[in-house]
């Protein structure tokens, strides 16, 4: 057994084991605030530190909203750079390969956080999944309308694919209500084109409150329901 050891006082908002189970990535810092990204090395313990801004959805730990995406070729990892208002926030990819201990040196933005007058700084980017193929990124993101001042705010959810090489958008697939919490992927086929989606559609409720619990299949605009328990709160595949 090989123990990975943390620095006293850190917090381990996010974790992505990679395709060949030999590497696991880890963000790693205070919350909030400034994270690094560790990659270790599970057969010696080994590990290699990018230092960097936040990173991980800006609310909730990134473990359960998933921060970090593999590509099966072993070294490209997807992250949401989440940190202060900057161009630099939003979804990077990464070449763990490559020289380099600076986080924002050696990843490129190819997902900004979307700005302007129509979104505000609500906006965020809630998960990211790189398809295997490493063609395709699949996000969630958290849109907050623009509003009046003194008027509450409309949050909303939306899943998008964007191309991993032009860095265009392919789809929007629902632009929906938050049912109680964030929909995930935990699971995308190796194109990206058949999905297994959770918290898409309304659960049950608690009074007031509705838990979103739901999951299924996604393919070509059509969701699918799946047997699901109203006590499972999160999912891997």
């Known amino acids: 057994m ?3 050891g943390i620095l006293a006082g850190g917090v381990v908002s996010g974790l992505a084991l990679s395709p060949d189970a ?3 990535a ?5 919350f909030p605030g400034a994270t690094g990204l560790h990659v270790f090395t599970l057969a010696t313990g080994a590990g290699r530190v990018w230092d960097g801004p936040e990173v991980g959805p800006a609310f909730g730990p990134g473990a359960v909203h998933g921060c970090l995406s593999w590509a099966a070729d072993g070294h490209t990892l ?3 750079s989440s940190g202060a208002l900057s161009p630099d926030r939003g979804v990077r990819l990464l070449d763990t390969a490559a020289p380099g201990s600076s986080l924002l040196a050696s990843s490129r933005l190819i997902l900004p956080t979307p700005t302007g007058p129509e979104n505000s700084s609500g906006n ?8 295997a193929d490493g063609q395709v990124i699949i996000a969630v993101t958290q849109v907050e309308a623009h509003h009046a001042s003194g008027r509450m705010p409309g949050v909303t959810q939306k899943l998008v694919t964007f191309s991993a090489t032009t860095e265009t958008l392919l789809r929007e697939l629902n632009h929906l209500p938050v049912h109680g919490g964030y929909e995930h992927v935990p699971w995308a086929s190796p194109s ?6 959770t918290g898409t559609q309304p659960g049950p409720t608690i009074g007031s409150f509705n838990l979103g619990h739901s999951a299924g299949t ?4 059509r969701f699918t329901p799946i047997p699901w328990s109203t006590r499972t709160f999160a999912a891997a595949w």
């Open 22 to 24: 030999a590497r696991l």
């Open 192 to 197: 990206g084109q058949l999905l297994i989606v």
């Open 218 to 221: 996604l393919s070509q605009g």
């Open 26 to 30: 880890a963000t790693v810092g205070p």
């Open 2 to 4: 090989i123990f990975i």
């Open 124 to 131: 965020y980017w809630r998960q990211v999944l790189i398809s």
């Open 78 to 80: 997807a992250l949401i």
